[in-house]
């Protein structure tokens, strides 16, 4: 099957998952085809049937901003054609459900009628979507699309409250690779970071108001004032020189280091003791998931498809948003008892494999066979 894939390609959860999605359809077989205007952050390998279209801007002095969509929209009709492909698969619906519709649109009158997979990934529906000056294009796209899925129950269940939808829609989990995600010894590198044997913690995100890094900061001083730890902040975003301030505010710049966006963020959770995720939202949680993948117990709150994933007193524990006394509480309580750590360590490797990507990817295989059935179904009825 040649497959195209459309997603954003920056270190954030849509365009991880729809990056690992290509590169495993890939190990299966398929031609897979990026089409985005950027290089995706986790395509760093070579494989001879993954292949990468940049979405080049047309400047023009007209234009205040560069109408990326009409660019994207006619990339991907001469993608379509030139390469033959079967189905266009577009991660994020802003706005790439809508540039896939017009592309099919314009297609159709080629006499060439792709299959459009949409998948759902979270604020695409629960924020940007939401804004009433975009929502009934979302609505529109989703409808029109010959396939949809969203990562967790929780998206599936706020996209029906949100939209009025009249397709079905999937939920198809996201997923871990295991074969990248396995738990090796790091301990040079863990004495590095922790000369003294010190608990390690990690956050990763975007460091945007949704993900309160600032929770974090605030839950690890709560953690250092019991037992000696240290926190690593992982990711970059525009709450970053706030949260440099706050550790400078609560002199704690010597336990608490910014490491930037990371390529091999495995590597860095295989020395973690605890992950730190405080989000005031979070439609699945990648985050974590690949941090239990590594055996990484999680403090988390319980807000979205976050329970779907962290079980509370098992892989770790779930606090309302805010409640830092709490999280905190809950972190003493896994990393003060080797045994009771030891236990969540395994709990979170188990759940973790639930969502391995050989149980997940056929998911999206069926929903692509459905999505070419239903437009060969379309083709003879017309």
């Known amino acids: 099957m040649k497959i195209g894939i459309v997603c954003y390609p920056t270190f954030g959860g849509s365009g991880v998952v729809a990056t690992e999605l290509g590169i495993n359809l890939a190990k299966k077989g398929n031609d897979v085809h990026f089409i985005t205007y950027e290089r995706p952050a986790r395509l760093n390998v070579f494989m001879g049937n993954v292949f990468f279209h940049e979405v080049l801007p047309f400047k023009y002095s007209l234009f205040k901003y560069t109408p990326y969509e009409t660019t994207l929209a006619g990339k991907l009709v001469d993608v379509v054609l030139n390469e033959k492909l079967d189905l266009l698969h577009v991660h994020y619906a802003i706005p790439h459900a809508a540039v896939a519709f017009m592309a099919k649109s314009i297609l159709k009158t080629k006499n060439v009628n792709i299959p459009v997979i ?209 999280m905190a509480n809950n972190a003493i309580k896994i990393l003060s008892s080797p045994e009771v750590h030891q236990k969540f360590r395994e709990n979170a490797l188990a759940k973790a494999q639930e969502f391995n990507v050989d149980r997940v990817v056929p998911h999206y295989e069926q929903l692509y066979r459905k999505a070419l059935s239903k437009v060969a179904t379309e083709l003879q009825e017309s």
């Open 118 to 326: 949409t998948t759902l990934h979270g604020t695409d529906i629960t924020l940007v979507g939401k804004d009433p000056a975009l929502s009934t294009v979302v609505e529109f796209s989703i409808n029109n699309s010959d396939g949809v899925s969203a990562v967790s129950n929780f998206l599936k269940e706020a996209t029906l409250n949100n939209f009025n939808i009249t397709t079905e829609i999937d939920v198809v989990y996201n997923f871990i690779d295991f074969d990248k995600f396995r738990r090796t010894d790091k301990n040079h590198f863990k004495k590095a970071i922790a000369p003294d044997g010190e608990k390690i913690l990690t956050h990763i995100s975007n460091f945007r108001s949704v993900k309160r890094a600032e929770d974090a900061v605030y839950i690890f001083q709560k953690i250092y004032e019991k037992m000696p730890s240290k926190l690593l902040m992982i990711g970059d975003g525009p709450q970053r020189s706030k949260l440099e301030k706050v550790c400078r505010d609560i002199g704690l710049c010597d336990e608490i280091r910014f490491l930037g966006k990371q390529g091999v963020i495995e590597e860095l959770l295989s020395i973690s003791d605890l992950f730190l995720l405080p989000s005031s939202n979070e439609s699945f949680g990648l985050a974590a998931l690949e941090a239990m993948a590594l055996e990484v117990p999680v403090v988390s709150t319980n807000v979205g498809g976050i329970p779907e994933v962290n079980i509370d007193g098992e892989t770790g524990y779930l606090s309302n948003v805010g409640d830092v006394e709490d």
